[in-house]
């Protein structure tokens, strides 16, 4: 199921280009986001990814090619519309505000109205710390919770796709275990678009991957196909990734 | 080496969430905001010395009394200017072009309403005052909006072209007072239950001094309680420390920019009607002086904080009245000495603003 890609992909790249300033970071690239489970984003550090998702949220105005999410093109949107279609964003970064309690950040991110308490008590039963930490200000959290507040906050309201940018960065072997367990929750529920280096973790998510570098895409396929041919992972990732943990 | 010992402690808190969920053992565990009461201690310590070399408590308090005056003054007009750089990095020297229009509005409403102003009525002078104030924070946050529109929306993230346009539109402002209402010393008196003293043994406490200071206090409140307490202001405070992730959720910041922009402009039409009261006298540059003490404090303070505006304030407001009986030479100075000292202390100011 997984393995088939449908007709209309939830997103579709063609032909991205990204400058940032004088520089060429994304020279056409081209991939599909196919609606359900984990589409893996791969690369060795400096490929183009972080830029990618950028791009796709707005927050870098490609300068040529197109982005279609539901069939519609949102390449020129401003970022809050891109946000409003349905689109969440876990920056590489966080960007948890630090200054605001969980709930506060929570309250942010739920644009709809109120918290939905159902849906809380789902994301406090894959992580517990953000039940714990309710009232505390998000600058207080390690480095793990953080992480766990910022995908939160992408998923306290339905979206229709999530961009999430290294989670596991960081973090320490028995948060990643917990993490996955949580990825495989949101998974049957919405469509991830999940960029990463830790190839043991891409490799139990994944669905389909896309491997990105020197700002192109040079592999397209499916992460069982990707996770069984060594030869490949190392031609593409390099070390890299093993090294990373 | 730093980083990797901080990585493991936070990693082994996780590790300690996941695995036991209910956290039975430590329940109090929990961490909350450490309040940073450090520079709280600031204007005590000031106000300890002075009150050691003036040596005289009842001079003290006048002059402490002045000072927390000029200090809510100085908040009200800074406390607009210090979101509008925490929240979209805009500097704006035009900031006291609202000072100047609130005081000619409030001049302008004044006139028409004498007869309540010299009424031996304290409730008729205080409705005078407030229609003042009320009609100057409108015109100036109207003005405001126009000015966001045609001065700072063109010049988004340029720092030097928005030091010179704002500079310009201030100018600009300033000469247009002057075609309108003449060139000359303009006068505005206090209304006659505000004038004098309130004698407490021999003591004097100037009651326009005391209605200034509640009025920033109420200010104080009100912006802390719309911060803290309404999903705007949570959105202001996300903005502040990163206002790319408050796009990304799917806020518009540019909105946003607007409110506060219009809002800190209203404040700083009612800090030129303050201002404009407490010095009785004033000409289209009267925003001028007070803008230099404005710009000190939002740096003392830390860029973005409402909190340090308050507090830089208060310190500007002491170093400048208590230099100004004790070495009356240096009362100029004074308040650059301060920045100097705190800046010292903390480079981001008292009370630094996250910023991704
Ligand atoms: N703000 C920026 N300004 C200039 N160059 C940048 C900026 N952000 C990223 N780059 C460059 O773009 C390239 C891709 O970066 P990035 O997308 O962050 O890679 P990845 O996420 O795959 O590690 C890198 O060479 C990086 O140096
Ligand atoms: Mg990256």
């Avoid at chain 1, 056409?28 to 986001?33: M, T």
């Avoid at chain 1, 505390?136 to 309201?157: C, D, F, N, T």
């Avoid at chain 2, 969920?21 to 010395?49: H, M, N, R, T």
Wanted: overall charge neutral; proline content about 4%.
């Amino acid at each position: 199921m997984a393995d088939r890609i449908p007709a209309e992909p939830l997103l579709r790249l063609e032909g991205v280009h990204t400058h940032i300033g004088q520089y060429h970071i994304l020279q056409g690239v081209e991939f599909d986001v196919p609606e359900g489970g984990i589409t893996m984003l791969l690369g060795r550090n400096g490929a183009g990814k972080t830029t990618a998702l950028r791009t796709i949220m707005g927050l870098w105005q490609p300068s040529r090619g197109s982005v279609t999410f539901e069939g519609r093109a949102i390449g020129g949107l401003t970022t809050p519309e891109i946000a409003l279609s349905g689109i969440a964003y876990v920056p590489e970064t966080m960007a948890v505000f630090s200054d605001l309690t969980v709930e506060e950040n929570m309250i942010l991110a739920a644009r709809s109205g109120p918290l939905d308490r159902k849906r809380l008590d789902w994301i406090f039963s894959f992580f517990p710390a953000m039940q714990k930490f309710w009232h505390s200000p998000a600058g207080v959290l390690s480095g793990g919770q953080k992480q766990m507040l910022a995908i939160s906050r992408a998923i306290i309201e339905p979206r229709r796709l999530i961009l999430i940018d290294e989670p596991t960065k960081g973090l320490a072997p028995a948060i990643i275990e917990g993490m996955i367990g949580a990825f495989e929750a949101l998974k049957r529920e919405t469509t991830i678009l999940l960029v990463e280096q830790n190839f043991r973790f891409a490799a139990s998510l994944g669905d389909t991957v896309a491997v990105m570098d020197d700002g192109r895409i040079v592999h397209r396929g499916t992460m069982t196909a990707l996770s069984a041919d060594e030869a490949l992972q190392t031609r593409l990732l390099g070390l890299s990734l093993d090294a990373h943990q | 080496m730093k980083k990797m010992r901080q990585n493991k402690k936070t990693e082994g808190d996780d590790m300690a969430d996941i695995s036991a969920p209910a956290a039975p053992s430590a329940p109090d565990a929990i961490p909350k905001k450490s309040l940073d009461l450090l520079p709280l201690a600031l204007p005590l310590v000031i106000g300890l010395a002075a009150w050691l070399l003036i040596g005289s408590t009842t001079t003290w308090l006048t002059l402490t009394l002045a000072a927390l005056a000029m200090g809510m003054m100085v908040f009200v007009i800074a406390s607009g200017l210090t979101l509008v750089f925490g929240l979209m990095d805009v500097i704006n020297f035009g900031h006291g072009a609202f000072i100047a229009i609130g005081a000619y509005l409030a001049m302008t409403v004044l006139a028409p309403l004498s007869g309540w102003v010299q009424a031996d009525n304290l409730a008729l002078n205080l409705a005078a005052l407030l229609i003042a104030a009320v009609v100057a924070m409108i015109g100036t946050g109207a003005l405001g909006l126009v000015f966001e529109r045609i001065i700072i929306r063109p010049v988004y993230g340029q720092h030097l072209k928005q030091i010179l346009i704002t500079m310009g539109g201030l100018i600009v402002a300033e000469q247009l007072l002057h075609a309108i209402f003449g060139g000359d010393q303009k006068s505005m008196a206090l209304p006659a239950g505000l004038r004098g003293a309130i004698i407490i043994g021999d003591l004097a406490l100037e009651k326009y001094r005391l209605l200034a200071v509640a009025v920033g206090l109420a200010v104080f409140a009100a912006m802390q309680l719309t911060l803290n307490r309404s999903r705007i202001g949570l959105l202001i405070r996300a903005g502040v420390e990163n206002s790319e992730m408050v796009e990304a959720l799917g806020y518009r910041i540019r909105r946003l920019f607007v409110g506060v922009f219009v809002a800190g402009s209203a404040l700083a039409g009612l800090g030129g009607v303050l201002w404009a009261l407490y010095r009785e006298t004033f000409t289209a540059s009267i925003g001028g002086d007070v803008m230099v003490l404005v710009f000190i404090v939002i740096i003392i303070g830390g860029l973005g904080s409402v909190g340090g505006c308050f507090l830089g304030a208060i310190l500007v407001a002491m170093m400048a009245n208590y230099t100004a009986f004790l070495v009356p030479k240096v009362a100029l100075a004074s308040s650059i000495l301060l920045m100097v000292a705190i800046l010292m202390w903390r480079p981001q100011g008292l009370y630094p603003v996250a910023k991704r």
